[in-house]
Antibody, heavy 121, light 112 residues
Framework: EVQILETGGGLVKPGGSLRLSCATS????????MNWVRQAPGKGLEWVAQ??????????YYAESLEGRVTISRDDSKSSVYLQVSSLRAEDTAIYYC????????????WGQGVMVTVSS | DIVMTQGALPNPVPSGESVSITCRSS???????????LNWYLQRPGQSPQLLIY???TRASGVSDRFSGSGSGTDFTLKISGVEAEDVGVYYC?????????FGAGTKLELK
C-alpha cells in the first residue's frame, strides 16, 4: 500500500524558514517524480515544486511565485522528499501536500494527508 | 501559464441524478503523443485530493465506473452517473502538459 506522510509544519513568523519532510513507503521510490502542492485555507490547489528521479538527473522545477525561496530535494535511500521554504510570508499559509507522479504523465496519483504551515507574528 | 476554468453545478443535486462538470483550458492539452494531459481530482471534505481520471478519459485504479471523462483539446467534461453521498466534495481539473501544472478553481458538489 502506498503511504505518504508529511511532517514539519507549524507556526512560523514572517521572514522565517521551514523544512517540510515527506516519508513514503509501499512503492519503489526511485521510479517516481515527487511534488509539493499547497492549498491556502478555503482556496484551491497550487503546484509548488517537482523533483524528478535519477533517470532524469534529479531535475527540479518550481512555481514562479516561490522561485528563489524554495528548494526541493530527495533522499532515495530514505524514500523521502523535502521542501525548504525561506523568507516566509503570510500568503504562504497553507496545507502543503506531498504527491507522487509517474514520470511524464503530468498526474499526481497519490497524495499525503498534508501538513499545515501558518505564517503569522 | 495555462489557465484552467471550471463551471459550477446547480447545487444541491438530488441523489441519483447524473451531473457533468466542465473545464476549459487556455491552450490545447493534446500532445504529439496522442494523449490529452487533463486530469480530474476529487477532494472530499477534510481529505486530501484523490485522482479520478487522467489523460482526459482514463479512470484511475479503484475509481467507480460512474465517473467518466471526455472532451477535446481545450474543453473537457467529467460526468458522474447517479450521484451518491460519497461523491460530495470539490472537483478539480488539472493540466499536466507543461510547467507549471495548473488547476481549475474547483467545482463544489452538494447533495440534496
Amino acid at each position: 500500500e502506498v503511504q505518504i506522510l508529511e511532517t514539519g509544519g507549524g507556526l512560523v513568523k514572517p521572514g522565517g524558514s521551514l523544512r517540510l519532510s515527506c516519508a513514503t513507503s509501499g512503492f519503489n521510490f526511485n521510479d517516481y517524480f515527487m511534488n509539493w502542492v499547497r492549498q491556502a485555507p478555503g482556496k484551491g490547489l497550487e503546484w509548488v515544486a517537482q523533483i524528478r528521479n535519477k533517470n532524469y538527473n534529479y531535475a527540479t522545477y518550481y512555481a514562479e511565485s516561490l522561485e528563489g525561496r524554495v528548494t526541493i530535494s530527495r533522499d532515495d535511500s530514505k524514500s523521502s522528499v523535502y521542501l525548504q521554504v525561506s523568507s516566509l510570508r503570510a500568503e504562504d499559509t497553507a496545507i502543503y501536500y506531498c504527491t507522487r507522479s509517474v514520470p511524464k504523465t503530468g498526474t499526481f496519483d497519490y497524495w499525503g494527508q498534508g501538513v499545515m504551515v501558518t505564517v503569522s507574528s | 501559464d495555462i489557465v484552467m476554468t471550471q463551471g459550477a453545478l446547480p447545487n444541491p443535486v438530488p441523489s441519483g441524478e447524473s451531473v457533468s462538470i466542465t473545464c476549459r483550458s487556455s491552450k490545447s492539452l493534446l500532445y504529439s503523443d496522442g494523449k490529452t494531459y487533463l486530469n480530474w481530482y476529487l477532494q472530499r471534505p477534510g481529505q486530501s485530493p484523490q485522482l479520478l481520471i487522467y489523460w482526459m478519459s482514463t479512470r484511475a485504479s479503484g475509481v467507480s465506473d460512474r465517473f467518466s471523462g471526455s472532451g477535446s483539446g481545450t474543453d473537457f467534461t467529467l460526468k458522474i452517473s447517479g450521484v451518491e453521498a460519497e461523491d460530495v466534495g470539490v472537483y478539480y481539473c488539472q493540466q499536466g502538459l507543461e510547467f507549471p501544472d495548473t488547476f481549475g478553481a474547483g467545482t463544489k458538489l452538494e447533495l440534496k
